[in-house]
């Protein structure tokens, strides 16, 4: 065990009582701090920045560069409801970032009042994904951004050029479009737009404790929460569920061991990307989801079958390890995923107050 000892110096001169006049204060004896880290706490330490990573400010694309002018834009277009057909939805109805980017649904409702066939994942830390949507389908955000949109049962927006003429025909948005990209001799496109609305996104990072503790601040975490990381980790956890995200970087087929379906109740037969890809290979394999926010982002999994975060913690376990947790590792595991809660600023929460004053 090493200790840091730091010696306090006395004061260099006292004054002396009544005199007024200054002399020497007699030697002290050193005074020794002492703070000390021990090995299994450094290797702890060692271990988790090993698999896993502190999460960026912002998470950059070099495509599509970040100015205050872009985000800005990004966030009027998300909160509005006009990019659907009939104004019922905006991208902030199903992806709620006053709830953690979720809507906390089964399924989300669309424009017309239809469901869709999947959860709503969470849009915060998204843009640190690998891919986007259950299935992958979408390489990054700005393609994402896209896609519900045009999505007839998500926005129904009938076409791009249906879109692109609703905003141009926008006071509020010939303006903004064009401080957002100036370079543009025609600035209000659908590529645009998705940039403008990736651009948002790409600023809803949620740094936590845990990424402290990453950074070598052994007391970012409490003991119950460094030994539920513990268990995370020998658990087999890690195997899926690394990096800055805790997942969101590869695709794994769930129900890896047992068939998730008797485990979770689902009464659907979503097949992941083999509906995608057409490919056997592809059956029942689905983008891991980031573990960030998890405590709040319920219900659980691609069809949101699960609404208990201990049930869902259950499923994994015996679906992809094989292993029957007990509820003491599923309580030091729910301890550990605390740790990497964490919210957006009210500032991002709150519609622009532009898109009340254009109306």
């Known amino acids: 065990m090493k200790a840091l000892k730091i010696l306090l110096p006395a004061a260099a001169f006292v004054v002396a009582c009544g005199t007024g006049s200054e002399q020497k204060a007699p030697e002290a004896t050193p005074v020794t701090t002492e703070t000390s880290i021990s090995k299994e706490e450094q290797d702890l330490l060692t271990q988790a920045q090993a698999m896993f990573k502190a999460l960026p400010a912002t998470a950059e694309n070099a495509a599509n560069p970040l100015t205050p002018e872009k985000i800005e834009l990004g966030k009027l277009l998300f909160f509005d409801t006009r990019l659907s057909k009939t104004g019922h939805n905006s991208c902030n109805s199903c992806h709620n970032l006053a709830t953690f980017g979720v809507d906390n649904e089964v399924t989300s409702e669309g424009d017309a009042g239809k469901r869709g066939g999947r959860n709503s994942p969470t849009v915060l830390n998204a843009a640190l994904h690998a891919f986007q949507f259950w299935d992958g389908r979408a390489k990054d955000v700005e393609e994402q951004a896209g896609g519900p949109i045009l999505n007839p049962v998500e926005m129904a927006i009938p076409s791009k050029e249906f879109m692109v003429k609703k905003l141009k025909g926008i006071e509020l948005y ?186």
């Open 174 to 359: 010939q303006k903004q479009f064009a401080a957002a990209f100036p370079g543009d001799k025609d600035p209000i496109t659908y590529d645009n737009l998705t940039k403008a609305i990736a651009a948002f996104e790409r600023t809803l990072i949620t740094p936590s404790r845990f990424d402290k503790y990453l950074g070598g601040d052994h007391n970012a975490l409490t003991a119950d929460e460094k030994k539920g990381m513990q268990t995370f980790i020998r658990s087999g956890c890690t195997a899926c569920h690394m990096g800055a995200t805790l997942g969101g970087t590869m695709f794994q087929k769930f129900g890896l061991v047992n068939d998730y379906r008797p485990l979770t109740g689902s009464k659907g037969n979503d097949q992941g990307r083999k509906d995608l890809t057409k490919q056997e290979a592809d059956k029942d394999m689905f983008k891991v989801p980031s573990l960030r926010n998890i405590t709040k982002t319920h219900p659980y999994f691609h069809d949101g079958s699960v609404a208990d975060l201990a049930t869902a913690i259950k499923v994994m376990g015996k679906a992809q390890l094989n292993k029957d947790l007990t509820d003491t590792e599923v309580k030091e595991l729910i301890t550990f995923l605390q740790t990497v809660e964490a919210d957006v600023p009210e500032t991002a929460k709150a519609a622009p107050a532009q898109l009340t004053a254009a109306r």
